[in-house]
């Protein structure tokens, strides 16, 4: 993991590469002002940016950075808290305030770590034996759901259906770790591709969950409460802390 510090307060970013170094084991470079940082052309998986900088600021350099490094995580570093809502247009992951360094840093590198885990999960494939295909590997970010019909399974993604003869139980076991839950004895899905959980027209007591391709599908009365926990607890993984 490659990480800079673009701060032209030297005593600052000595402090702040220290805690990096604490952290992660990892000598960051260092870089005194924006242009400089920029002109390397060099993506970085952290940058820890100082807001006031000579030539140009942190918040311009971030918005530009992150135009061609949009997986980058940018902390914007300020004594001035007041700037960290003009940090969120300028696209920057977080803020660290210098009035209280060591537990900013903190929260960032539990953010930074989330980040990760996320990035990896996305690449991860699991194989499925695929009716009329034979065994196939299929990445687990593009499944939205499975679920039973014809007493086959349909894996469900944004672009594609396979059918598989696994049963829901077996998938369930296997998937478990991976974020998926089971929404409906009839249902197994990725927590990720929730868009919303809903009302359902008409019925008080009950709910539907709508997927991040549009698709609507039923939410058991006895399952509610529980997705509805580990759905918001997937929103706010990245920025709790």
């Not at 032209?8 to 960051?28: G, P, T, V």
């Not at 993506?43 to 992150?66: R, S, W």
């Not at 396979?162 to 139980?169: A, D, F, I, N, V």
């Not at 478990?176 to 027209?201: A, D, M, P, Q, W």
């Amino acid at each position: 993991m490659r990480i800079a510090v673009v701060e032209d307060n030297k005593d600052w970013a000595d402090r702040i590469q220290e805690l990096i170094w604490q952290q992660w084991n990892i000598e960051s470079e260092y870089y005194a002002d924006a242009e400089e940082f920029l002109n390397e052309k060099i993506q970085y998986q952290v940058v820890f940016m100082d807001i006031k900088l000579p030539h140009m600021d942190g918040l311009q350099a971030t918005e530009f950075y992150k135009k061609y490094y949009k997986d980058s995580c940018i902390f914007l570093v300020t004594g001035y808290i007041e700037y960290s809502i003009d940090g969120c247009w300028s696209g920057a992951n977080g803020f660290v305030d210098k009035a209280n360094l060591e537990a900013y840093m903190d929260k960032a590198f539990r953010y930074v770590e989330k980040y990760r885990e996320q990035e990896e999960r996305k690449n991860r494939s699991l194989e499925f034996e695929i009716i009329g295909q034979g065994k196939r590997l299929l990445k687990i970010d593009d499944i939205l759901c499975f679920y039973a019909e014809n007493r086959t399974i349909i894996i469900k993604t944004a672009t594609m259906q396979y059918r598989t003869e696994e049963t829901l139980k077996k998938l369930g076991e296997r998937l478990k770790k991976e974020g998926f839950s089971f929404v409906h004895k009839s249902y197994l899905l990725n927590i990720c591709h929730i868009k919303k959980i809903v009302r359902e027209t008409g019925r008080k007591r009950d709910k539907i969950i709508i997927l991040s391709d549009g698709t609507s599908i039923p939410l058991s009365r006895n399952r509610i409460e529980e997705i509805e926990d580990l759905f918001w607890k997937w929103k706010n993984e990245l920025t709790k802390g």
